[in-house]
């Protein structure tokens, strides 16, 4: 927002209705090809509680997008 960037993101990221003064404009995906999002954790692994949060986080999200 601070250097006059243009980004891109999946739609569960940052939300237009927020009042962030950045312009969201949606790209046709038309010609893209569906991609994958994967989710992982190493077998055995303790993950901090701010990593186990946003697994969550993303988690309930995909989940919601799916079953809307």
Do not use: C, K, W, Y
Not at 2 to 11: K, L, M, T, Y
Not at 12 to 23: F, P
Not at 38 to 56: E, I, K, N, P, Y
């Amino acid at each position: 927002m601070h250097e006059r960037a243009v980004g891109f993101q999946i739609p569960i990221g940052l939300s237009a209705e927020q009042d962030t003064g950045m312009v969201f404009r949606p790209i046709s995906d038309r010609n893209l090809p569906p991609g994958n999002l994967l989710l992982g954790q190493m077998r055995g692994r303790v993950l901090s509680v701010a990593t186990s949060r946003f697994a969550d986080q993303v988690a309930l999200a995909l989940t919601e997008m799916s079953s809307a």
